[in-house]
C-alpha cells in the first residue's frame, strides 16, 4: 500500500520490498548491500526493529520506523496506537531515542 502511495505521488521513484525477516542473514546482506535514501520498517518485533535501525546507522541511511500497538483496556474498548518516527543519519535510532 505505501508503495503504491509513494510511486502515485513519484513515478520515477524505485521501491522496493524485503518480506523475509529482518534478522535473517539474507535480509541483513541485502540492506547492507543496497543503495536506498531511505528505508521504512514495518516491524512487529525488537530485535527486528534494531537490526534495521543499526543497518541504517551503518549505511548513513534515513530510516522511517512505524510501529502500531492494538490492545484492549479493562473495559473491554479497544485501544489502538500508531509510533511513527523518523532517524536521520548519524543521529540516533530506536534504541537511543526515546518515544
Request: a positive charge; charged letters at 20%; proline letters at 4%.
Amino acid at each position: 500500500v505505501l508503495a503504491r502511495a509513494l510511486r502515485r505521488n513519484q513515478p520515477g521513484l524505485t521501491v522496493s520490498c524485503l518480506n523475509d525477516s529482518v534478522v535473517t542473514a539474507t535480509a541483513l546482506r541485502y540492506l547492507a548491500r543496497s543503495r536506498a535514501d531511505t528505508v521504512f520498517s514495518f516491524v512487529d518485533d525488537d530485535a527486528a526493529r534494531l537490526a534495521v535501525g543499526w543497518q541504517c546507522q551503518q549505511g548513513c541511511l534515513v530510516h522511517v520506523d512505524v510501529g502500531t500497538l492494538i490492545r484492549h483496556d479493562a473495559a473491554g474498548q479497544r485501544d489502538m496506537r500508531g509510533d511513527v518516527r523518523l532517524f536521520e543519519p548519524r543521529g540516533g535510532c530506536v534504541a537511543c531515542t526515546p518515544p
